[in-house]
């Protein structure tokens, strides 16, 4: 019996310690909205909060140091009917460093074209194979996003499957025509263009800088922190032969700066007068309406 509660007890531990891959804290908000129940939007977050945080999204296992953390706040602005909404989705994640109590951001994203309905107390389902609707769609894309790029920062290239079945929402999602964001004609900004940048040969670069500058920069920076600021450095040129090879759409780009323009400045302004040089020459090219920040990289000793 002793024996049988031993073993029992090991598997309970083992489901805590191996378990979902994100930690994730979903906001509902509706200031903008009057003269409603705000109990569904209570139960709408309750309902995300379970649906992503419950569901196992890839075959890998996680410890909870390992866990993805990321923040989703849905602001909703309008109230069509009941069950349907509009309005903006902001979507936020970051890695743990190796041997550190820092966290690097990965992804900061404003999606300002959302559009969902939600039945209170209805069970929330997703199929990658078929749509069922937009706000688990929405969600599963984001996630599979997120996936993606901390995939990339630790191996290369790593989250090309993440981004494959993003672009597989993408394409069940084209179905409906109600629902605005996922077709490349709409604009080159879109979900539809982000995970194309993602596949995209030209922007493979910044799938090698995501590696190179997460992997075998940040994670080497508590241990070796001269040479693993110098390949950071040099993981720059990455993203300057994609700004160089750019297409229609730049959002992939944009995903970039808007997640690390700021770790740039407190990363690179400690380094060498001749590293800082390269790296606000390079930055000024890459990402211009950020100059006033780099600009800091050179006037910090």
Same mark, same amino acid.
């Given at each position: 019996?002793?024996?049988?509660?031993?073993?029992?007890?090991?598997?309970?531990?083992?489901?805590?310690?191996?378990?979902?891959?994100?930690?994730?804290?979903?906001?509902?908000?509706?200031?903008?909205?009057?003269?409603?129940?705000?109990?569904?939007?209570?139960?709408?977050?309750?309902?995300?909060?379970?649906?992503?945080?419950?569901?196992?999204?890839?075959?890998?296992?996680?410890?909870?140091?390992?866990?993805?953390?990321?923040?989703?706040?849905?602001?909703?602005?309008?109230?069509? *009917?009941?069950?349907?909404?509009?309005?903006?989705?902001?979507?936020? +994640?970051? $890695?743990?460093?190796?041997? &550190? /109590?820092?966290?690097?951001?990965?992804?900061?994203?404003?999606?300002?074209?959302?559009?969902f309905?939600?039945?209170?107390?209805?069970?929330?389902?997703?199929?990658?194979?078929?749509?069922?609707?937009?706000?688990?769609?929405?969600?599963?894309?984001?996630?599979?996003?997120?996936?993606?790029?901390?995939?990339?920062?630790?191996?290369?290239?790593?989250?090309?499957p993440?981004?494959?079945?993003?672009?597989?929402?993408?394409?069940?999602?084209?179905?409906?025509?109600?629902?605005?964001?996922?077709?490349?004609?709409?604009?080159?900004?879109?979900?539809?263009?982000?995970?194309?940048?993602?596949?995209?040969?030209?922007?493979?670069?910044?799938?090698?800088?995501?590696?190179?500058?997460?992997?075998?920069?940040?994670d080497?920076?508590?241990?070796?922190?001269?040479?693993?600021? *110098?390949?950071?450095?040099?993981s720059?040129?990455?993203?300057?032969? +994609?700004? $160089?090879?750019?297409?229609? &759409? /730049?959002?992939?780009?944009?995903?970039?700066?808007?997640?690390?323009?700021?770790?740039?400045?407190?990363?690179?302004?400690?380094?060498f007068?001749?590293?800082?040089?390269?790296v606000?020459?390079?930055?000024?090219e890459?990402d211009?309406?950020?100059?006033?920040?780099?600009?800091?990289?050179?006037?910090?000793?």
């Amino acid at each position: 019996m002793r024996l049988f509660l031993i073993i029992l007890l090991g598997i309970v531990v083992n489901l805590d310690v191996f378990s979902q891959e994100l930690k994730c804290r979903i906001q509902v908000v509706s200031p903008q909205v009057q003269g409603t129940n705000k109990d569904k939007f209570t139960n709408m977050q309750k309902d995300l909060f379970e649906f992503i945080n419950n569901r196992k999204w890839t075959n890998h296992a996680y410890t909870q140091d390992e866990k993805i953390e990321c923040n989703i706040l849905i602001n909703i602005s309008t109230e069509i *009917g009941a069950d349907e909404f509009k309005g903006t989705m902001q979507i936020q +994640a970051s $890695r743990p460093v190796f041997n &550190s /109590t820092y966290n690097s951001v990965l992804m900061n994203y404003v999606d300002n074209d959302v559009h969902f309905r939600y039945v209170e107390f209805q069970a929330m389902e997703f199929n990658e194979q078929v749509f069922t609707d937009n706000l688990t769609s929405l969600i599963a894309y984001y996630i599979y996003i997120i996936l993606g790029i901390d995939y990339d920062s630790f191996s290369l290239e790593g989250g090309t499957p993440y981004y494959q079945v993003a672009e597989n929402i993408v394409q069940k999602a084209q179905t409906q025509d109600e629902f605005k964001g996922w077709k490349a004609f709409e604009n080159n900004k879109n979900r539809y263009w982000m995970v194309e940048n993602m596949l995209n040969e030209n922007y493979r670069p910044l799938r090698e800088f995501y590696y190179s500058y997460h992997r075998m920069g940040l994670d080497r920076m508590a241990d070796k922190t001269i040479e693993a600021r *110098g390949t950071m450095v040099e993981s720059l040129n990455y993203v300057q032969k +994609a700004y $160089r090879n750019k297409t229609i &759409s /730049t959002v992939f780009l944009r995903v970039l700066f808007d997640a690390k323009a700021d770790e740039f400045v407190n990363i690179f302004s400690e380094s060498f007068p001749d590293e800082k040089a390269r790296v606000v020459n390079i930055l000024k090219e890459v990402d211009p309406a950020n100059i006033g920040k780099y600009n800091k990289i050179m006037k910090q000793q």
